[in-house]
């Protein structure tokens, strides 16, 4: 069963890679570095997809731009968010030392615009208030906006990937900072949302797919997450959402916990970000890519 | 640094300490003039989503003239967040009755497309919405307009470039079938705010944080002026109230509100909600795109009065109360 779950997404993956060598977000669709990145994680180590790993890595070394950041997709030349991706890459590479050290240069220069020193003065003279611990740097979607919870995730496990290869201490300062900052953004219910744990003081709940992401962030911090690892096996016992699910399944793997095989009896959508995840999450996958160790 | 900036620095957190000095000012200076003539807005009752929606829609759509035919259509739902226990997006059956309308209509083609702000697995949110029950070829139509194409257009916002979905800057109308609710940030979101949803996660994130940085008005206002070829259809046969647009209560206002003209439409579920459109931002930064003032909208169908259905406010919007 294993077999034919991977196989068919593979067949998926193999089948629907564009010409420029990356992933649309749907078959057909142009190019984008998130399901890019995912389709190359769930194909790593694949001899038979040697040739379509080799574009796709072409396409990656492309697109990082002159900062070190890379673009978001063939239509969107701005570095984001998704430059944590490729500096997993990067790191599980192995031999793009220079990409990678640019890339990581560029996440440590990164943080969300709550921390600059205009926007800390004006809370503190009680000109605004936010209804979250700004103290700690964290990750942005895009350069000049707000951390998130996601993003700042992904850049986590990118920079403790990456500290094995760069030696910088900045690197292990950022990911214990980044730490603190997914931890005091937790919801109430013990999990994660996007970022947003309370509204005018009202709780709001965590989502699965967010909760999985700061679950991958957290490793190596098993004290502080016991409520949300137990809260990441109710999510897997009752999400609905595929994505969802893939997420948890990398997460509570990354966590060292068994997760089943998932069902295969519905046919999978055509969505290559979601095919690729699925990959990667099967207890046969790769998923092992995106474990790290403890911050130092 | 201006109020402005600062809010764009604090992002989703500080929007609200924004809105708190920015509501109950007054005098507020006179409200733009809007275009010629008068606009027309439809109030049509119904009573459930078990009735027939389709003919008060059909009725609605023809009073206010719409006219879609040889047209691409995007429908463009409110889809945010799924919780059964309270009626957070537009309903399954509206949009289904919706699509419906558009093809007796004459439309070349009817397209759904929806980018949430918060949850990533769109698909997901439709099939707990029951968006899939309701429409037997959803996903054939349906674009996740998060993870859709995109195509820069120039000075959005005052930004040099900005990224839209194609399948958005493709149709030749949108209908913004959207859903009646308070909005704690905004104070109403209805047809205009529902925009937010064509600005594509896959380049801005989730949230769509570049959003509050242009200003939570001033991206409704500057979306609308975008996306100028549009529709309203309001969702307001349940509702939500209190602490809109997610963890509020439901409830039941009755209505469709349809029109051509979303300041209009916007302006007239405020009235239905019993809120003062002359005192809710966006709705002044837009008066010149549309009409606000009660005098300037001809009501079709039924009248405000007869359908009025005071929403509760929470507190820092109580000022916006229609007295």
Known sequence: MAEVYLARRRDFLLRTQNLDGGWGYFPGKSSWLEPTAYAILALHGDDGASSELTRAWRLVESWQLPDGSWRAGAQVPDGTWVTALGVTLCSIRGDARDMLVKGVHHLLRIQGAERCTTFRLMELFGLGKIEMDTSHPAWPWRPGTSSWVEPTAHTIVALKRAGKLVHDRWIWQRVREGEQALLTRRCADGGWNHGSASTFHIDAPSYPESTALALLGLQGRPIEVVRALAMAREFWKASTSPLASAWLAIALQAWGENVPAPDDSKPPREDTMLMALQALAHPQGNHGLLRTRAAL | ?323
């Open chain 2, 1 to 323: 640094m201006n109020r402005r900036a600062f809010i764009s620095l604090a992002g989703v957190g500080a929007a609200s300490a924004y809105v708190a000095t920015k509501i109950g000012k007054s005098p507020e200076p006179a409200l733009a003039a809007g275009p010629a003539g008068k606009s027309g807005v439809a109030i049509l009752k119904a009573a459930s989503y078990e009735v027939d929606l389709v003919r008060p829609m059909l009725e609605g759509a023809r009073a206010c003239g719409l006219d879609v035919k040889g047209k691409r259509v995007l429908l463009k739902p409110n889809l945010v967040e799924f919780d059964a226990a309270t009626a957070i997006n537009t309903d399954a059956r509206v949009i289904a009755a919706a699509y419906e309308v558009m093809q007796r209509l004459g439309a070349a083609e009817v397209l759904i497309g929806e980018g949430p702000g918060h949850r990533r697995d769109t698909y997901d949110l439709a099939e707990e919405a029951k968006y899939f029950e309701a429409l037997p070829n959803f996903e054939r139509v349906f674009t996740d307009l998060n993870r859709d194409d995109v195509t820069a257009v120039a000075n959005f916002a005052g930004e040099g470039r900005f990224y839209f979905p194609n399948t958005a800057l493709r149709a030749d109308l949108i209908v913004s079938v959207a859903k009646m609710k308070t909005h704690h940030w905004a104070g109403a979101t209805l047809s205009m705010k529902n925009f937010f949803g064509v600005v594509p996660g896959s380049v801005y994130g989730w949230p769509k944080n570049k959003l509050h940085y242009v200003g939570i008005p001033e991206a409704i206002v500057a979306l609308n002026r975008q996306f100028s070829r549009t529709f309203a259809i309001v969702d307001g046969i349940v509702g939500m109230e209190g602490n809109g647009p997610i963890q509020g209560r439901p409830k039941q206002a009755g209505v469709f509100v349809m029109g051509s003209d979303l300041v209009a439409v916007d302006a007239t579920c405020c009235r239905i909600m019993g809120i003062d459109p002359e005192r809710v931002e966006y709705l002044r930064m837009a008066a010149d795109m549309g009409h606000v003032r009660a005098n300037d909208i001809e009501q079709r169908g039924e009248g405000v009065a007869s359908v009025r259905t005071p929403f509760e406010l929470i507190d820092r919007f109580r000022k916006l109360r229609l007295s």
